[in-house]
């Protein structure tokens, strides 16, 4: 039995952790849409202005989009169905522990028993700050400039250092987003 419970909690850690990597992802859509009649699409640069993110984070960002736009079918065109447009949200999770199991000595007491001692006892918490952010999507109908689907993605982003880490978590974002589009279709991978 002990070896079951030694070997669970690494499995469980693992899949703990795993969790903390993934995108989670809604979408919204307007139903009166006809997602057939759009084939092309354009940045929407008064939208994309407004990201509170780095012009280098958006260039990330605007390059992962075009290129899960044109495994769609997409074209990018001066004459546009479509307008899309991005907006971020970042904010600081504080997560804490308290139930660590430990070692520690016993104290006075009354009652059978009393006096100092080894023994298991519970102490100590564990405190980490993790940053959860959140990219958005927006594809507007060119024409009646009005929003027709939005898709979002929220996961930790971690302080990502290196480059490359960094754009492949960008990269993963936009695809997990862009799973959603069009609305009541098989994915695209």
Do not use: H
């Not at 940053?131 to 982003?157: C, F, H, M, P």
């Amino acid at each position: 039995m002990k070896k079951i419970k030694i070997l669970a909690l690494p499995l469980l850690a693992l899949l703990v952790l795993s969790s903390c990597t993934s995108v989670r992802v809604l979408s919204d859509y307007d139903k009166e849409a006809d997602f057939n009649t759009y084939k092309s699409y354009a940045f929407y640069k008064t939208g994309i202005d407004k990201a509170q993110i780095s012009d280098l984070d958006k260039k990330r960002i605007l390059r992962a989009i075009e290129t899960e736009m044109s495994k769609r079918g997409f074209v990018k065109s001066e004459n546009p169905d479509l307008l899309v447009a991005i907006f971020t949200k970042e904010k600081e999770e504080v997560d804490i522990y308290n139930n660590n199991f430990g070692w520690g000595w016993g104290g006075w007491g009354w009652g059978p028993g009393f006096g100092w001692g080894w023994g298991p006892g519970w102490g100590g918490s564990q405190v980490s700050t993790r940053t959860e952010g959140s990219l958005y999507i927006d594809l507007v109908d060119a024409k009646t400039r009005e929003l027709v689907w939005q898709g979002k993605g929220v996961g930790n982003l971690g302080n990502i250092n290196n480059i490359q880490k960094k754009e492949e978590r960008i990269r993963e974002f936009v695809s997990e987003i862009l799973m959603q589009y069009p609305p009541n279709s098989v994915a695209v991978r």
